[in-house]
């Protein structure tokens, strides 16, 4: 109904783009689910909701895992209905030379970021389209977040750009597939580029049966370095994205980038693709950081 308070469910939304999400959704007074593997996180930003007046509705989850995203789900149509606006936000992140990169780092990256996404879709789609049905004022949007990473390819970056360019296809199909079935839940993808989150260091959650039984490669370090400064260099905050997203969804935008000036690379390489040549360097225009990783690469 018009008047009914929304209802938000975020997973990763203990720290980074999650947590602002939530703080922009309690300023408006909506019912918020907050799903973390984080404990601590979970815990602290579910008090600063609660403190700002707000229902929430906090439970540890690992996206990885299907049974605790459906969990999620029972939990929140108990507590709260069908929500309008589910994030699919929560990710990690593992760099290096492609063929450097362990079986485990490939298991709990896409585990993660890829799995996590399609859990989050199964589980709450089909309870977001009843009550489509049944309320003809209701409008639901599903939020994945993706990564510039899914539009491009930056070397020593090869399992994230995977799994990210996964998150891309799966929302655009998504996107198109609640078309076939419904005017009034839609879909939504997020491009971030380099924004200072805690994606740098998502390492310190990697459960202990996803960790690798040897130290990290030369690649690894040097490409960990690399996304350290990035990220924490960005000059976009998660709070300025948390706004680009909530007007994004209210007015029905699909495609949501943090920094639309780097779209250019990616008409790069849709031309690179479309005329058949070879892909064009991702440093062209700073070639001073492509000198700087194959000499820190091939010395070792």
Same mark, same amino acid.
């Given at each position: $109904? ?30 918020? @689910?907050?799903?973390? @593997? ?5 815990? !602290? ?12 509705? &906090? ?32 990710? @990690? ?16 990256? $896409? ?45 020593? $970056? ?7 360019? &996964? ?27 380099? @924004? ?13 049966? $996803? ?11 040097? &490409? ?5 400064? !990035? ?35 990616? !008409? ?33």
């Amino acid at each position: $109904m018009s008047g009914t308070v929304k209802t938000l469910v975020i997973t990763g939304a203990g720290s980074g783009f999650g947590l602002e999400f939530a703080r922009l959704g309690a300023s408006r007074g909506y019912n918020l @689910v907050l799903a973390d @593997v984080e404990q601590a996180t979970l815990d !602290a930003a579910a008090s600063e909701m609660v403190a700002a007046g707000v229902q929430v509705l &906090a439970q540890r989850v690992d996206v990885s895992k299907h049974e605790q995203i459906e969990a999620l789900a029972a939990a929140t149509q108990a507590r709260f209905g069908a929500p309008n606006w589910v994030f699919n936000n929560a990710g @990690v992140g593992s760099g290096g030379l492609i063929w450097e990169n362990t079986l485990k780092d490939w298991e709990w990256v $896409m585990g993660v970021n890829v799995m996590g996404v399609v859990y989050g879709i199964k589980a709450f789609t089909p309870m977001m389209l009843e009550r489509a049905k049944a309320e003809a004022d209701y409008r639901g949007c599903i939020v994945n977040t993706a990564s510039m990473a899914g539009m491009l390819n930056a070397p020593t $970056m090869g399992v994230y750009n995977a799994s990210k360019h &996964a998150v891309v296809a799966i929302s655009e199909t998504l996107y198109q597939d609640l078309k076939l079935v419904s005017d009034q839940v839609t879909a939504a993808v997020l491009c971030p580029y380099f @924004v200072a989150t805690g994606i740098a260091n998502s390492h310190r959650n990697r459960p202990a049966d $996803m960790k690798n039984d040897t130290g990290p490669t030369l690649s690894q370090l040097v &490409a960990q370095a690399q996304s350290s400064k !990035a990220v924490s260099s960005g000059k976009i905050t998660a709070p300025m994205i948390a706004e680009r997203v909530f007007h994004a969804i209210e007015n029905e935008k699909f495609y949501i980038f943090s920094h639309p000036n780097a779209l250019g690379n990616v !008409a790069t390489r849709m031309t690179d693709i479309t005329e058949m040549r070879n892909p064009t360097d991702p440093f062209a225009e700073r070639p001073e950081i492509s000198a700087s990783l194959k000499a820190k690469l091939r010395a070792g």
